[in-house]
């Protein structure tokens, strides 16, 4: 199999690349990291964080708390959900929940809600 290189592309083009690993696969976003310099260098810009789906990151990993920050800060879809979910179910403040929930929404996070009536 050839090899595509990617370093031969535009610096813009690169983080979009790196932007669309991070929103696909957090596994292949740090093998990724790990191949050479420049891609981690674009992999920590924070712009990156914005397209991470925490909520497929496996759970054996421990997610800093400092990422979740800066997901949020960077208005990362799935911690605005998160946050959305944590408001309505555990705060009970339900106008709040639902107001991060349409944030995300509106940042094209979906979710599939099935509604069974017994």
Same mark, same amino acid.
């Given at each position: 199999?050839?090899?595509?290189? #990617? $370093?031969? *592309?535009?610096?813009? #083009?690169?983080?979009?690349?790196? %932007?669309?690993?991070?929103?696909? =696969?957090?596994?292949?976003?740090?093998? *990724?990291?790990?191949?050479?310099?420049?891609?981690?260098? *674009?992999? %920590?810009? =924070?712009?990156?964080? /914005?397209?991470?789906? !925490? $909520? =497929? !990151?496996? &759970?054996? @990993?421990?997610?800093?708390?400092? $990422?979740?920050?800066?997901?949020?800060? %960077?208005?990362?879809?799935?911690? *605005?959900?998160?946050?959305?979910?944590?408001?309505?179910?555990?705060?009970?403040?339900?106008?709040?929940?639902?107001?991060?929930?349409?944030?995300?929404?509106? %940042?094209?996070?979906? !979710? @599939?809600?099935? /509604? &069974?009536?017994?």
């Amino acid at each position: 199999m050839d090899h595509f290189p #990617i $370093l031969e *592309l535009p610096e813009e #083009i690169q983080a979009l690349v790196v %932007e669309r690993v991070a929103g696909n =696969s957090f596994t292949d976003l740090y093998g *990724l990291r790990a191949s050479c310099k420049t891609m981690k260098a *674009l992999a %920590e810009r =924070s712009r990156v964080n /914005h397209f991470y789906d !925490v $909520l =497929s !990151v496996p &759970r054996r @990993l421990n997610i800093p708390p400092e $990422l979740f920050k800066t997901c949020y800060a %960077e208005r990362n879809p799935s911690t *605005l959900y998160m946050k959305g979910v944590q408001f309505f179910f555990t705060f009970n403040l339900r106008e709040e929940g639902v107001a991060f929930m349409k944030l995300a929404a509106d %940042e094209g996070y979906g !979710v @599939l809600c099935i /509604h &069974r009536n017994d």
